[in-house]
């Protein structure tokens, strides 16, 4: 078994900075994909950014590229997502997730979720 747990969510002016971070423990870490999806208030949740086990493969979705980056401590368990520029539009719960076969961009290709860490970017 796999816990996540996301931190670092919290409030912020429109054009400010978040970190969020996601500690994973239970199962050897760094032979998977980590990912972050995110969920707006009535909408399906969606991709955000992926990262593959050794970090060579990184993918974002169009909508953040160039303002979020993600990155990976195998020693430590954890992946962050750094939030640059942030917009309203960015508002929504963010979830962590591991796959265990192969980096991807769909919710099914994940089989571990972290319970989510709220993220509210103020106009």
């Known amino acids: 078994q796999v816990q996540l747990v996301e931190s670092g969510g919290g409030l912020v002016q429109a054009g400010g900075s978040l970190r969020l971070s996601c500690a994973a423990s239970?199962?050897?870490?760094?032979?998977?994909?980590m990912g972050w999806f995110r969920q707006a208030p009535g909408k399906e949740r969606e991709f955000v950014a992926t990262i593959s086990w050794n970090g060579g493969r990184i993918y974002y979705a169009n909508s953040v590229k160039g303002r979020f980056a993600i990155s990976r401590d195998v020693a430590d368990n954890t992946v962050y997502l750094q939030m640059n520029s942030l917009k309203p539009e960015d508002t929504a719960v963010y979830y962590c997730a591991l796959g265990t076969l192969r980096v991807g961009v769909r919710e099914y290709e994940y089989d571990y979720w972290g319970q989510g860490t709220q993220v509210t970017v103020s106009s």
């Open positions: 239970g199962r050897t870490f760094s032979s998977y994909g």
